[in-house]
């Protein structure tokens, strides 16, 4: 006797979509990338490899499930110069073939104009937005502290002892001014430091401003990489941490119905609230645990959610 447009039927079943991250790799080709970094490595063979690595890289492993792009960025030291440099591949799903093909042909060219590249990514990113409901993601990495478009070289201070130049500090303030605009367009910037950790606190002021923290107080998570192996888990560690466990469906639910509807991955229950829960929005369910773990390791699984007739609210 219900008017609900769901009061005949014996389940209402649906197939969430899974939210799929959208992230560009930003990567320092500068000429200091071509320092050596342990293992028979430079700075950036170690990050061609934890990205591209045929069994190990991070693009390789989850290419089906983030919408992936690069830009290699650095500027010519030419008079003028050409600033910012950026060698890209457009972002895409299953991107992993030009990836790799862009990371192999890579070579240490000249500077780190930091906050330039990442302001032609915030632009790239509102001229070729991604599909609705898809996390915007920067993942800077790079090996130094940066230098600008009008200031090429500042002078560098590896004494700890000793204070910053001026100049150094002013470009530092540039890269970390164009971190709080890529968050205020709606990108989350993570920073990763490929480096001898002299960085100060410059990975922690960056990781604040991508992350719309304040800068003295905030401690959003930054990362800092001296070798092959820590590199390899910081990119995994960043990107597996943004591939979403979050499903979406394509009616609203009344979330009051949740503790009767059952979830399933590969025909395996899911336990409520302990494995899955439905948002209070009605339409985003997520998947906990190590349910999460399991369904970011599936390549392509079969989410069926099924609730009782008369949840769908109009």
């Known amino acids: 006797g219900s008017a609900m447009p769901d009061s005949a039927c014996p389940a ?3 197939t969430p979509s899974r939210t799929t991250p959208t992230v560009q790799l930003l990567l320092d080709e500068s000429s200091s990338m071509n320092a050596n970094y342990g ?5 950036l063979q170690a990050m061609r490899a934890a990205l591209v690595d045929p069994t190990n890289g991070v693009v390789t492993k989850l290419a089906s499930q983030v919408v992936f792009g690069v830009s290699l960025y650095t500027g010519t030291g030419s008079a003028p110069p050409t600033c910012p440099t950026l060698d890209s591949e ?3 799903i299953n991107n992993l073939g030009p990836i790799r093909t862009l990371l192999n042909a890579a070579a240490p060219k000249s500077n780190t104009p930091t906050a330039a590249s990442i302001d032609a990514v915030v632009a790239d990113f509102a001229a070729n937005p991604p599909a609705p409901n898809s996390p915007k993601i920067i993942v800077l990495a790079t090996d130094g502290l940066p230098d600008t478009c009008a200031d090429q070289n500042p002078p560098q201070q590896t004494d700890p002892s000793k204070p910053l130049d001026p100049r150094q500090l002013a470009a530092n303030a540039t890269a ?3 971190a709080k605009r890529a968050f205020a367009a709606g990108i989350r910037l993570y920073f990763l430091f490929i480096g001898d950790a002299q960085a100060r606190n410059h990975p922690q002021d960056m990781a604040n401003a991508g992350a719309g923290l304040d800068i003295t107080t905030g ?9 092959p192996t820590e590199l390899s888990s910081a990119f995994n ?4 941490g943004v591939v979403s466990c979050d499903l979406r469906l394509d009616n609203q639910l009344d979330p009051g119905d949740a503790p009767n509807g059952v979830v399933t991955i590969d025909d395996r ?7 899955w829960t439905l948002d209070k929005d009605g ?4 998947i906990l645990g190590n349910a999460c773990t399991m369904l970011k390791a599936a390549t392509n699984p079969v989410v069926d959610a099924a609730f009782p007739c008369g949840t769908i609210i109009l």
């Open 12 to 14: 209402l079943h649906f």
């Open 39 to 43: 293992g028979g490595l430079t700075r």
């Open 90 to 92: 457009p972002r895409m």
């Open 176 to 178: 970390v001014e164009a």
């Open 219 to 227: 401690r959003a998570p930054f990362f800092i990489a001296t070798n």
């Open 237 to 240: 560690t960043i990107i597996g």
């Open 269 to 275: 229950k899911l336990s409520y609230p302990d494995e």
């Open 283 to 286: 339409i985003t369910i997520h």
